[in-house]
């Protein structure tokens, strides 16, 4: 067997229709994706009231209090319970059991989140029916929330269960008309966004955006808003979840940069406030066509490797076609909802670029000297892009923003790298190795 | 109660065998189990302020390879990392998963053996044998048994350090502290460090020094297989304070039957006596000398020296993080939990504090706190010239005794 980091290894973008057609360029990965246990640290390591106990190896509890250490403070909701090999063998929900009673005890939550992870799960127990129990003798929720890699290929599936099993936290309310929830939204404060300044101005206010740094008592109350905004599709299960319960309805306005796409999260918005958005929208739709336009010409033909941001892979990759730009690796999680609709799309430019797995970034980076894209759009060493002459451009400082906004912070972000004003260190780093031209001025 | 910790639970021994590795440069380690492990070590391993010079991969397995008890993953990143870097040596760890289904790693190894032009080292534990000292001191001894080669001859007033890794509290500038001192005491050079910042083939080399220092008891069986294997003779030492500093610098002199800078040696005394007499002076006056140290067994041991034998102050409670080392006769706390560390603090309320940042944190009243060992809450460090080691490691402690004690 002979190994060659090639993209011949993977699948072109025409071909990928299910989530085991989006390949690794290589066996050995290098960081690896993140794990469902980090996502639901992620997600409810902000609230308040709420205390999380991690069923699992040392390890695994270790790492997840130093993130949310580094997320929160100190003095966190996170706990750890870590199984010896005792637990393993002879199970470990009595002894569980005990620590979510001396937890009980010590904070007196209003809720527990039992969190499990690999090895709890693969020796069986079932953590569902122990929070069912502890439920009834602690009279608080106690969740349990399954977080186990080797179902899945991310981090994502522990957001979506973590921020599903908080709606078991809910409680009827009386519907406040001008209340509305944010779910989903994770970047940044969305009171700073395009999205909420038009909410404001029909006096409408935000209850509750989750994750975030909240209190327990707000998710409780969650159901009294008038209409859930969800801003990001690991909040798609819980929303689905409260119009069951609750029947509080919900509109999906995600980080979309098409305008198309902006324009029909807006109509749908409207359809459910019964209101007109026009007047104040088209100022800020108008902007983007402009900025659209001027930056066709000078952004036509840029390639391009896609490698990570806040927003959908292929619906950003989609975008930057339409810009002019050519992709050539899309590195991508998962496929997700209406992924196909934006794939059709890239393809019907005329492009059909390769599809590679994330988190693999090492084999990649031997490919830079062949494929030379002009941009890396993401997270990645800037050492090893500027060696190779390429551009990088994140998109973390536009994570807050949602709507027509979003998408024209994102070209002038991608114009700024491109006029050499932006990543002043990157154009150092680049005058400092010699290689003064690979920064464009 | 067991089980329940609020911050950190102790490291595994995975962990330790991984801590061991990563700051190895050109070491290629290759995770057999969930992705997610692998990419929140690395991310662990940052926020101990550890820097990693290894080359880590994982397989990833999925619930078809658990199910199936399919090995193909292993079997592919292992010929894969062999064809494409062709390293000398792969180092596999199994994950904790792996370890409890039982997949048999060795196996899959062997049946590889012709195919494989790297010498594949294993660790099978996942986590289950014991704590981060055992992963360590398998590390440790695997290099001196598996890695280390032989040499044509000793090179003269050469030197190795085993026993300082990533996860060791400001490693970086007790390194470079060690480094200075045997330089300037007796001209001597580092050769390797057994892990951290040496190469593997630095590490192959390191039989041709002329002695091994033992920084921490992990280290000990590591410093045994190279005397039985090459002659190398060694000591042991932890040089907190300026007694264990100079221990340290005559049983180098002695062991190589060298002779240390007069000088050199006369200047630091001379320092140590006047800092010592002036920290003896304000302690004096110090409402209180009670002091709880903990950390890990060389550290809480050293410490307890420096600060009870030379600074006078009174150690109430010493507590070790992990289990009792062979042969270790103090009346320490071993395995000492977070609610050993809170009740010491709560019984004695010190007006010292010396050890891990769950001790300090521990302390509400107003007291001298000092970060000595790992486990880290929010402390960053960057700088590599504030050692805890040494003569600057006891000088700077005394500096804060006397500006910060209450």
């Given at each position: 067997?002979?190994?060659?980091?090639?993209?011949?290894?993977?699948?072109?973008?025409?071909?990928?229709?299910?989530?085991?057609?989006?390949?690794?360029?290589?066996?050995?990965?290098?960081?690896?994706?993140?794990?469902?246990?980090?996502?639901?640290?992620?997600?409810?390591?902000?609230?308040?009231?709420?205390?999380?106990?991690?069923?699992?190896?040392?390890?695994?509890?270790?790492?997840?209090?130093?993130?949310?250490?580094?997320?929160?403070?100190?003095?966190?909701?996170?706990?750890?319970?870590?199984?010896?090999?005792?637990?393993?063998?002879?199970?470990?929900?009595?002894?569980?059991?005990?620590?979510?009673?001396?937890?009980?005890?010590?904070?007196?939550?209003?809720?527990?989140?039992?969190?499990?992870?690999?090895?709890?799960?693969?020796?069986?127990?079932?953590?569902?029916?122990?929070?069912?129990?502890?439920?009834?003798?602690?009279?608080?929720?106690?969740?349990?929330?399954?977080?186990?890699?080797?179902?899945?290929?991310?981090?994502?599936?522990?957001?979506?269960?973590?921020?599903?099993?908080?709606a078991?936290?809910m409680q009827p309310q009386p519907i406040e008309p001008?209340k509305v929830n944010?779910?989903?939204?994770?970047?940044?404060?969305?009171?700073?966004?395009?999205?909420?300044?038009?909410?404001?101005?029909?006096?409408?206010?935000?209850?509750?955006?989750?994750?975030?740094?909240?209190?327990?008592?707000?998710?409780?109350a969650a159901p009294m808003a008038a209409l859930n905004?969800?801003?990001?599709?690991?909040?798609?299960?819980l929303a689905e979840r409260m119009r069951e319960r609750f029947g509080t309805p919900y509109v999906?306005?995600?980080?979309?940069?098409?305008?198309?796409?902006?324009?029909?999260?807006?109509?749908?918005?409207?359809?459910v406030?019964?209101?007109?958005?026009?007047?104040?929208?088209?100022?800020?739709?108008?902007?983007?066509?402009?900025?659209?336009?001027?930056?066709?010409?000078?952004?036509?033909?840029?390639?391009?490797?896609?490698?990570?941001?806040?927003?959908?892979?292929?619906?950003?990759?989609?975008?930057?076609?339409?810009?002019?730009?050519?992709?050539?690796?899309?590195?991508?999680?998962?496929?997700?909802?209406?992924?196909?609709?934006?794939?059709?799309?890239?393809?019907?430019?005329?492009?059909?670029?390769?599809?590679?797995?994330?988190?693999?970034?090492?084999?990649?980076?031997?490919?830079?000297?062949?494929?030379?894209?002009?941009?890396?759009?993401?997270?990645?060493?800037?050492?090893?892009?500027?060696?190779?002459?390429?551009?990088?451009?994140?998109?973390?400082?536009?994570?807050?923003?949602?709507?027509?906004?979003?998408?024209?912070?994102?070209?002038?972000?991608?114009?700024?790298?491109?006029?050499?004003?932006?990543?002043?260190?990157?154009?150092?780093?680049?005058?400092?190795?010699?290689?003064?031209?690979?920064?464009?001025? | 109660?067991?089980?329940?910790?609020?911050?950190?639970?102790?490291?595994?021994?995975?962990?330790?065998?991984?801590?061991?590795?990563?700051?190895?440069?050109?070491?290629?380690?290759?995770?057999?189990?969930?992705?997610?492990?692998?990419?929140?070590?690395?991310?662990?391993?940052?926020?101990?302020?550890?820097?990693?010079?290894?080359?880590?991969?994982?397989?990833?397995?999925?619930?078809?390879?658990?199910?199936?008890?399919?090995?193909?993953?292993?079997?592919?990143?292992?010929?894969?990392?062999?064809?494409?870097?062709?390293?000398?040596?792969?180092?596999?760890?199994?994950?904790?998963?792996?370890?409890?289904?039982?997949?048999?790693?060795?196996?899959?190894?062997?049946?590889?053996?012709?195919?494989?032009?790297?010498?594949?080292?294993?660790?099978?534990?996942?986590?289950?044998?014991?704590?981060?000292?055992?992963?360590?001191?398998?590390?440790?001894?695997?290099?001196?048994?598996?890695?280390?080669?032989?040499?044509?001859?000793?090179?003269?007033?050469?030197?190795?350090?085993?026993?300082?890794?990533?996860?060791?509290?400001?490693?970086?500038?007790?390194?470079?502290?060690?480094?200075?001192?045997?330089?300037?005491?007796?001209?001597?050079?580092?050769?390797?460090?057994?892990?951290?910042?040496?190469?593997?083939?630095?590490?192959?080399?390191?039989?041709?020094?002329?002695?091994?220092?033992?920084?921490?008891?992990?280290?000990?069986?590591?410093?045994?297989?190279?005397?039985?294997?090459?002659?190398?003779?060694?000591?042991?030492?932890?040089?907190?304070?300026?007694?264990?500093?100079?221990?340290?610098?005559?049983?180098?002199?002695?062991?190589?039957?060298?002779?240390?800078?007069?000088?050199?040696?006369?200047?630091?005394?001379?320092?140590?006596?006047?800092?010592?007499?002036?920290?003896?002076?304000?302690?004096?006056?110090?409402?209180?000398?009670?002091?709880?140290?903990?950390?890990?067994?060389?550290?809480?041991?050293?410490?307890?020296?420096?600060?009870?034998?030379?600074?006078?102050?009174?150690?109430?409670?010493?507590?070790?993080?992990?289990?009792?080392?062979?042969?270790?006769?103090?009346?320490?706390?071993?395995?000492?939990?977070?609610?050993?560390?809170?009740?010491?603090?709560?019984?004695?309320?010190?007006?010292?504090?010396?050890?891990?940042?769950?001790?300090?944190?521990?302390?509400?009243?107003?007291?001298?706190?000092?970060?000595?060992?790992?486990?880290?809450?929010?402390?960053?460090?960057?700088?590599?010239?504030?050692?805890?080691?040494?003569?600057?490691?006891?000088?700077?402690?005394?500096?804060?005794?006397?500006?910060?004690?209450?």
């Open positions: 067997m002979q190994f060659e980091y090639s993209l011949d290894n993977l699948n072109r973008l025409s071909q990928i229709s299910a989530p085991k057609h989006i390949k690794s360029l290589s066996n050995a990965l290098y960081p690896g994706t993140h794990c469902p246990l980090f996502g639901a640290a992620l997600a409810a390591c902000e609230v308040e009231g709420l205390e999380a106990l991690v069923i699992g190896t040392d390890e695994c509890t270790y790492y997840t209090q130093a993130f949310a250490i580094d997320r929160t403070t100190v003095d966190n909701n996170f706990w750890s319970y870590t199984m010896d090999h005792s637990d393993v063998v002879f199970g470990s929900a009595a002894h569980v059991g005990d620590a979510v009673r001396e937890i009980h005890r010590v904070r007196g939550p209003r809720a527990i989140l039992l969190v499990t992870t690999c090895v709890p799960e693969i020796t069986g127990e079932n953590f569902d029916a122990l929070a069912a129990s502890l439920t009834d003798e602690l009279a608080i929720p106690v969740l349990a929330v399954h977080t186990e890699h080797f179902r899945c290929n991310s981090h994502i599936s522990g957001i979506e269960n973590t921020l599903l099993a908080l078991e936290v001008k944010i779910l989903g939204h994770r970047f940044g404060s969305i009171t700073e966004s395009e999205l909420f300044r038009l909410l404001g101005t029909r006096g409408y206010s935000i209850h509750l955006t989750l994750p975030s740094k909240c209190h327990i008592q707000d998710i409780e905004i969800v801003s990001d599709f690991t909040a798609l299960p999906v306005f995600d980080k979309f940069l098409n305008p198309r796409r902006i324009d029909q999260c807006y109509s749908d918005l409207e359809a406030l019964d209101t007109s958005l026009e007047r104040e929208l088209a100022p800020a739709r108008q902007a983007l066509f402009d900025k659209m336009e001027a930056a066709r010409p000078l952004l036509r033909g840029k390639s391009f490797i896609y490698g990570n941001s806040v927003m959908a892979a292929f619906e950003v990759s989609e975008f930057l076609c339409e810009l002019g730009m050519t992709p050539i690796v899309i590195q991508a999680r998962d496929l997700y909802k209406n992924d196909d609709v934006y794939i059709q799309e890239i393809l019907d430019q005329g492009h059909d670029p390769h599809v590679a797995s994330i988190a693999n970034i090492a084999p990649l980076r031997k490919l830079y000297p062949m494929i030379k894209p002009n941009f890396y759009i993401g997270h990645e060493n800037p050492h090893d892009l500027i060696k190779h002459g390429i551009q990088q451009v994140t998109f973390d400082a536009a994570s807050s923003r949602v709507g027509y906004e979003l998408s024209t912070s994102i070209i002038d972000n991608l114009l700024d790298i491109l006029d050499g004003k932006k990543n002043p260190m990157l154009a150092m780093m680049g005058a400092a190795a010699g290689h003064p031209g690979e920064v464009k001025k | 109660m067991s089980g329940l910790t609020k911050f950190f639970p102790t490291p595994s021994d995975k962990m330790g065998v991984l801590w061991a590795l990563s700051a190895i440069k050109g070491a290629y380690i290759i995770e057999y189990g969930p992705g997610g492990t692998t990419h929140y070590s690395m991310e662990g391993i940052f926020k101990i302020n550890g820097e990693i010079l290894s080359n880590t991969y994982t397989t990833h397995i999925d619930e078809d390879d658990v199910v199936m008890g399919d090995t193909e993953k292993l079997r592919k990143t292992i010929l894969e990392v062999d064809q494409v870097y062709r390293p000398p040596y792969i180092f596999v760890i199994a994950s904790s998963l792996i370890s409890v289904i039982g997949t048999d790693v060795d196996g899959v190894i062997h049946a590889l053996k012709d195919q494989v032009n790297a010498r594949i080292i294993t660790y099978q534990s996942g986590g289950f044998k014991g704590d981060y000292t055992v992963g360590v001191r398998r590390v440790l001894s695997d290099l001196a048994e598996h890695v280390v080669q032989p040499a044509d001859c000793k090179v003269e007033g050469t030197y190795n350090l085993i026993g300082c890794c990533l996860d060791d509290y400001r490693y970086a500038a007790n390194i470079r502290a060690i480094q200075s001192i045997l330089s300037d005491a007796l001209g001597l050079r580092c050769q390797c460090v057994f892990t951290v910042g040496c190469s593997i083939h630095e590490i192959e080399a390191a039989s041709s020094a002329s002695l091994n220092i033992v920084l921490r008891h992990e280290g000990r069986s590591c410093a045994e297989t190279l005397a039985r294997r090459f002659g190398s003779p060694y000591i042991n030492a932890h040089p907190i304070g300026y007694q264990a500093t100079i221990d340290m610098i005559t049983a180098v002199a002695k062991s190589l039957n060298l002779v240390p800078d007069v000088q050199y040696m006369d200047a630091q005394r001379e320092h140590a006596r006047r800092c010592l007499m002036q920290s003896k002076g304000h302690l004096r006056r110090a409402a209180s000398k009670s002091t709880v140290i903990s950390g890990g067994y060389d550290a809480v041991l050293a410490y307890s020296r420096f600060l009870g034998d030379e600074l006078g102050l009174s150690i109430d409670a010493a507590l070790v993080n992990h289990v009792r080392p062979e042969g270790a006769q103090e009346p320490f706390l071993f395995k000492a939990t977070e609610a050993d560390k809170q009740l010491a603090v709560s019984k004695y309320s010190p007006a010292f504090l010396f050890g891990d940042a769950v001790l300090l944190h521990a302390a509400v009243h107003p007291c001298l706190k000092r970060q000595i060992q790992n486990p880290n809450l929010q402390r960053v460090i960057t700088t590599t010239h504030k050692p805890h080691m040494g003569f600057d490691g006891a000088n700077d402690i005394i500096e804060q005794l006397l500006n910060d004690a209450v």
